[in-house]
């Protein structure tokens, strides 16, 4: 079972960016499909951004697209998510997901593992 910790988050103005980092454990990472999701206080968690084994495919929730860019890098274990033109909204506790299906990456059932999530704060 793959391990992720994630890194990255902080306190940032609107306006700023911040990039979030997510390691894993697993040797055979680069077999899973790795997303992000968040949740801010009072609301469900939500998909934010999903990326193929490969790289090659990626995915994003209307709300961030064009804002954020998901990316990994098979060699060092890792999957990151660029944060740009952040908003108050973005505000939220950020969290990498790991799964080995490769359909249904915006569905929070389709991933076995999580990281324990980093927290990222919008002022306005």
């Known amino acids: 079972q793959v391990q992720l910790v994630e890194s990255g988050g902080g306190l940032v103005q609107a306006g700023g960016s911040l990039r979030l980092s997510c390691a894993a454990s697993?040797?055979?990472?680069?077999?899973?499909?790795m997303g992000w999701f968040r949740q801010a206080p009072g609301k469900e968690r939500e998909f934010v951004a999903a990326?193929?084994?490969?790289?090659?495919?990626?995915s994003y929730a209307d709300s961030v697209k064009g804002r954020f860019t998901i990316s990994r890098n098979n060699a060092e274990n890792t999957v990151s998510l660029q944060l740009n033109s952040l908003k108050p909204e973005d505000t939220a506790v950020y969290y990498c997901?790991?799964?080995?299906?490769?359909?249904?990456?915006?569905?929070?059932?389709?991933?076995?593992?999580w990281g324990q999530g980093t927290q990222v704060t919008v002022s306005s």
């Open positions: 997901a790991a799964t080995l299906y490769s359909s249904r990456v915006y569905t929070q059932s389709s991933y076995s593992n």
């Open positions: 697993e040797r055979t990472f680069n077999r899973y499909t």
């Open positions: 990326i193929s084994w490969s790289g090659g495919s990626t």
